[in-house]
């Protein structure tokens, strides 16, 4: 038996609907790509990234390939200069900072990448505005630290599905 289904309309009450049931339906809306993906850990090709696997996006309304880029400034940074570090890192390929659905996959797939001491800046900022989450890669904890903390930053780009 095949299902065929054309239109579907669902609607919320949360302002915020759940990331998984997004996933999900993202998931079963993706088209095969082209080109061969890498196994989770691997370098994607033609770049010095690692791939992630399968995230949620930036928006967290679609999924996407999610790769880390190497380079790290080794040092922690306030917010503002981490989000143009990670901006910096590949223009080309619009990197940024994980957002917090980001951190917890690269925690899931690629901790041993992480500097498992320290904090790691998300971009995913709180309701107060006046803070932003953070990921601890030993243990995976999320919690926030004001803007003006420093933490570690990584970047990732994200590559359609």
């Given at each position: ?23 999900a339906f ?33 928006t967290d ?91 570690r930053v ?8």
């Amino acid at each position: 038996m095949k299902l065929h289904i054309e239109n579907l309309h669902i609607t919320f009450s949360n302002p915020q609907p759940p990331a998984g049931l997004i996933a999900a339906f993202a998931l079963a809306g993706a088209t095969e790509s082209a080109a061969p993906i890498p196994a989770v850990g691997a370098k994607w090709p033609g770049t010095e990234a690692i791939y992630a696997g399968i995230s949620l996006s930036i928006t967290d309304d679609s999924l996407v390939h999610l790769i880390l880029w190497p380079d790290f400034p080794g040092k922690g940074l306030p917010y503002n200069k981490a989000i143009k570090f990670a901006d910096a890192v590949n223009p080309d390929m619009a990197s940024h900072i994980p957002t917090r659905h980001q951190s917890i996959t690269l925690f899931d797939r690629l901790q041993d990448q992480f500097d498992n001491d320290y904090y790691h800046w998300t971009l995913t900022k709180t309701k107060g505005d006046n803070a932003a989450f953070i990921q601890l890669f030993d243990g995976g904890n999320q919690s926030s630290r004001l803007l003006s903390a420093e933490c570690r930053v990584r970047a990732v780009s994200e590559i359609p599905l």
